[in-house]
Nanobody, 121 residues
């Protein structure tokens, strides 16, 4: 089985910074895509950022220039550095991975349990 465990969520003031981490554990052959999504109260879950195995990244327009996604392949860990946080960034942030557990067989999507980020003065 595979588990994604997030950490780093907290309450911060506007303009502050946070760094989220997500470690994947279990039987993992290859992680093809890792990313972060978020869901604010009363809203649908939305993409924040993704990083593929080759290192290419993709960001939602609302976070470009403020958030940076990175990965440590040796540790099966993905990070989200969030700077210049705004109240509208308040949400539960979910880690995501599309990975293969074995060299044969399909890739599957996995999700973390979520970590709360609150930006408020």
């Amino acid at each position: 089985q595979v588990q994604l465990v997030e950490s780093g969520g907290d309450s911060v003031q506007p303009g502050g910074s946070l760094r989220l981490s997500c470690a994947a554990s279990g039987t993992i052959f290859r992680i093809d895509v890792r990313g972060w999504y978020r869901q604010a109260p009363g809203k649908e879950r939305e993409l924040v950022a993704t990083i593929i195995s080759g290192g290419n990244t993709n960001y939602a327009d609302s976070v470009k220039g403020r958030f940076t996604i990175s990965g440590d392949n040796a540790k099966n860990t993905v990070y989200l550095q969030m700077n210049s946080l705004k109240p509208e960034d308040t949400a539960v942030y979910y880690c995501y991975a599309n990975l293969r557990q074995f060299s044969t067989g399909p890739s599957r999507n996995y999700w973390g349990q979520g970590t709360q980020v609150t930006v408020s003065s």
